[in-house]
């Protein structure tokens, strides 16, 4: 499937869309005229070298940052409107790349924090169920500054769960992971993208073998591939392709940021 094509009838309802996002720093472009749709019960992988776009679309979508033109909706619901963004944090789980953690509290005392400020109705059933599902019982009560980098990961993953959201947005989930967490963690996002929408960013290809059912490819900031995996593989394979797309959008034009 190309950027232009129809998805297929068989995939879920259309749950994040973005309609020309464009976003601008001084003289500099760091998006151009980004268009895709993600959709519910897959799991979206977006790829991209470093430097390509992904954190700034993903700040964009869950409104940490506001377009300098085009519109984003995640359930239908724009997250640039102050109302709307509220309703929004209730149903969507953001795990940003190097996310803020508060160092001096255990991941339960940070958890507990969370759900009280996101006003959840059951919050011991709610961060029972998280540390369960990152694998933080054996450090649950530690300070998170003595936490190794992969057990911080997990932290903010697990907050990211929190409240059961319809919608996970993850840039870099698997960053400072060992080879038997990234496991783990893969294992975790293929059961969830069962019946959520799930939108990951990474520039590991096999990040993205492992775990994904679609791709959106971005370059220096332009969105040069939408479309299933396994399509990908049918044009040569993932690496070769993401070297012909990538690098040829680069070549056009500057870095994005």
Request: with cysteine; proline share 4%.
């Amino acid at each position: 499937m190309t950027i232009d094509d129809e998805p297929s009838s068989d995939v879920g309802e259309v749950t994040i869309r973005a309609d020309h996002l464009r976003k601008v720093h001084g003289d500099f472009v760091a998006l151009h005229e980004l268009s895709f749709e993600v959709r519910r019960g897959r799991v979206t992988a977006f790829l991209g070298p470093n430097g390509a776009g992904k954190s700034t679309t993903m700040k964009l979508l869950t409104g940490y940052l506001a377009p300098s033109s085009g519109r984003a909706s995640v359930l239908g619901l724009d997250p640039t409107d102050a109302e709307q963004r509220r309703a929004l944090a209730h149903r969507l789980g953001y795990m940003p790349e190097n996310g803020p953690l508060y160092a001096d509290m255990t991941p339960a005392e940070m958890l507990r924090f969370c759900a009280e400020v996101r006003g959840l109705p059951n919050a011991k059933g709610a961060i029972e169920r998280v540390v369960e599902q990152c694998r933080l019982s054996e450090v649950v009560h530690k300070a998170i500054r003595k936490l190794s980098k992969g057990f911080r990961q997990r932290v903010g993953m697990a907050q990211a769960l929190l409240a059961d959201p319809e919608v996970l947005i993850l840039d870099e989930p698997s960053s400072g992971l060992d080879p038997l967490q990234i496991r783990e963690l893969r294992t975790l996002i293929r059961e969830l993208g069962r019946d959520k929408t799930i939108l990951l960013s990474t520039h590991i290809l096999q990040e993205v073998e492992a775990v994904a059912d679609d791709v959106l490819m971005l370059a220096a900031g332009r969105l040069v591939f939408a479309g299933a995996l396994g399509q990908l593989d049918d044009e040569g394979g993932l690496e070769q392709r993401f070297i012909e797309l990538a690098g040829g959008a680069r070549d056009g034009g500057g870095e994005a940021a």
